[in-house]
């Protein structure tokens, strides 16, 4: 059996705004092993991000950490003062593709000076030697080793998408967190960019979280999906029980709501509806609002996490 | 076979290019970018005709020009047998204004902040004197809405745009469009902002306004599968030009342009099983520059069944390759 590389328990991230105290993450927990990809869907609003952000130790001001804990490869992140997640656990253990990455190069530095950057800053390394990794790793990618010399302006998106997912996994880092990481691209290079990371994952054993609102995306990559609603996983497991024998009815509906590409679907089914404002949210199933089963005990008590077959796990009180 | 609704002819759309002062003194010709080249279809009533292709491909300029955003360098746009491209003053242009609608990609800033629903959906109808008195309007936006499913309208037409979610925005931009009682409406991504469940309502929301009031749509998208799940017709197109077009099941099913099947094999599904294989994607390198564009079949350099001193010499036309179904590609059959 392959070890947990990272295992959260009961995490909670709130934003203290002025306008009220914002639930983005409560109560998250779930763990992820060697060589594994697990991909996390939602709607936009649901936390998935902030528990991207969170998971780097790094939550967006106003958020903090209010409790629970984030264990990579056995140690305890939440809690470590801001220096020692610099220089030990940020990029070095865990690292982020972040949503829009690619823009974010900077146009005045060449690829070179900005992936050798972090080798420099964690690894001492001579800019020489730097440079060869850097080099070794645009390779890896997919990409010609002169393109440390080329300016971000000088790449097309897919290419300077390589650069970001190559300085992500510069460091070695146990698990990566990619967020988003084909959104505005058109769809063949998606298509190869997601190719590009399977490859990843089996030439290098990566262990991934993939975070992103399409459901088809994720079905191309992820071993283990879970399904957040309102700042709460409310269905987790084996890919194939997810698209297959999904249990949650958000989770069902979600999957109701993609149109085929080579099947007829006479009608999309949508949910009524938006998502909760996390300030306040709705008593008992955050979902009960939207849910066409609701009971009254959805709307009293919250429904737990339970085990419902081998490996998949599913919050409702219809279960 | 009725007239149809909207015929386009051989459209053309150049960008120039500016060169320099020293470009110009040594007599270099003028550049273009050529974002349409040459594209020719027609959507019938009732039907919805979609636009398909990846960034620069065209298509959004194709519809700007059958809205008369821009002004086409050559061809002709055909309204109800009516060409458009010779209108010419304000007033012709605005009754054609009228006829065709547009909804936009983004419904965060397609509509004004500052305006309330109300304004937002009054505002067509002063322009266009419609309604006499303010309660004619009244009464006109308040069906619009419900048409939308803004429902009770008069809660809403007092709200700002912020004060609402992004699918309630889509479907005001929607009955912006609705109001004007328009023959022909363009739709540009309207729900690649969206997300999955607010994107099928809108979808639906489309698909019985289309069937309820005949509206007739050019659906502009990079969206194979909302494409096949909302239109009749699809067009695929690539730098410039329409490379295959044809019955929407018929294109994806059966399609015959090798990047009409690059594009296909591309299309993201919902399938797990398939998580450890690494997609083939018969296709080559990446999209060139609409102002460099290939000699002889434009997609050749990336086309993996290129023949050479035919593919990279002679433009292919678009033909009809079965029944209502059209390639542009000298192997079509052959592959």
């Known amino acids: ?319 | 076979m009725a007239e149809p609704i909207l015929k386009v002819e051989n459209l053309k759309k150049y960008f120039p290019i500016k060169r320099g002062l020293l470009g110009a003194l040594r007599g270099e010709p003028p550049r273009f970018v050529r974002a349409v080249d040459g594209v020719s279809f027609e959507v019938h009533k009732q039907e919805v005709f979609a636009l398909v292709g990846e960034s620069g491909c065209g298509k959004t300029t194709t519809g700007k020009l059958v809205m008369k955003l821009l002004e086409p360098t050559d061809g002709k746009i055909y309204l109800e047998g009516k060409d458009v491209t010779e209108l010419r003053t304000q007033e012709e242009i605005k009754a054609y204004r009228r006829r065709v609608q547009m909804i936009f990609q983004d419904p965060f800033s397609s509509l004004n902040p500052r305006f309330r629903i109300y304004d937002v959906l009054e505002e067509p109808l002063l322009i266009h004197g419609i309604g006499e008195t303010r309660a004619e309007r009244e009464e006109l936006i308040y069906k619009a809405l419900e048409m939308v499913k803004i429902v009770p309208p008069e809660d809403y037409v007092g709200r700002h745009p912020h004060m609402l979610s992004g699918g309630q925005r889509q479907r005001v931009a929607i009955a912006r469009a609705l109001i004007l009682n328009p023959t022909f409406i363009v739709a540009d991504e309207p729900v690649s902002m969206l997300d999955v469940s607010i994107r099928a309502e809108i979808l639906e929301l489309m698909k019985e306004l289309k069937e309820k009031m005949g509206v007739t749509y050019l659906y502009i998208t990079h969206d194979l599968s909302t494409a096949r799940y909302f239109a009749d017709y699809i067009a695929v197109m690539y730098l410039g030009r329409i490379v295959e077009m044809g019955p929407a099941k018929v294109v994806i099913d059966n399609p015959i342009h090798p990047y009409t099947r690059a594009l296909l094999a591309a299309v993201p599904e919902p399938i797990p099983e398939r998580r450890n294989i690494i997609k083939e994607l018969p296709i080559r390198g990446e999209v060139p520059s609409a102002v460099n564009i290939p000699p002889g079949c434009r997609f050749h350099p990336r086309c993996i069944y290129m023949e050479k001193g035919l593919c990279d010499v002679k433009h292919p036309q678009l033909v009809e390759y079965e029944h209502n179904h059209w390639v542009e590609c000298w192997l079509a059959g052959k592959i």
């Open chain 1, 1 to 319: 059996m392959a070890r947990t590389v990272l295992e959260v328990k009961d995490l909670k991230m709130y934003y203290f705004t002025s306008r009220g105290v914002v639930r983005a993450v409560d109560n998250v927990s779930f763990e992820l092993k060697k060589g594994e990809v697990l991909g996390l869907a939602g709607e936009s609003g649901c936390g998935k991000s902030s528990l991207g952000f969170t998971l780097m130790g790094m939550p967006t001001p106003p958020g903090k950490i209010v409790g629970g804990s984030v264990k990579i490869d056995g140690r305890e992140i939440v809690g470590l003062p801001e220096d020692v997640l610099r220089r030990e656990i940020r990029w070095q253990k865990i690292s982020m593709i972040f949503q829009g990455a690619m823009n974010a190069l900077n146009p005045v530095y060449t690829i070179g000076y900005q992936m050798i950057e972090p080798l420099i800053y964690h690894k001492g390394m001579e800019k020489e030697e730097a440079l060869d990794r850097a080099m070794k790793y645009l390779e890896l990618v997919g990409l010609s080793p002169e393109i440390v010399y080329r300016y971000p302006h000088e790449l097309s998106g897919g290419m300077k998408q390589r650069v970001v997912i190559a300085t992500a996994l510069i460091l070695e880092p146990e698990v990566v967190i990619a967020d988003e990481p084909t959104t505005a691209l058109d769809v063949v290079v998606q298509a190869q960019i997601i190719n590009l990371m399977k490859k990843l994952k089996k030439e290098l054993g990566l262990s991934m979280i993939f975070i992103t609102h399409d459901l088809s995306i994720l079905a191309e990559i992820s071993d283990r999906v879970a399904i957040m609603y309102a700042g709460k996983i409310i269905e987790i497991g084996d890919s194939q029980k997810i698209y297959y024998e999904p249990a949650h009815p958000y989770t069902q509906k979600l999957l109701a709501a993609i149109p085929r590409l080579h099947e007829d679907v006479d009608k999309l089914e949508f949910i009524p509806g938006q998502p909760p404002n996390l300030i306040k949210p709705p008593s008992g199933c955050r979902f009960h609002p939207r849910c066409p089963y609701a009971m009254q005990v959805c709307r009293e008590q919250e429904p737990e996490l339970k085990e419902i077959d081998k490996d998949h796990y599913a919050a409702c009180w219809l279960l």
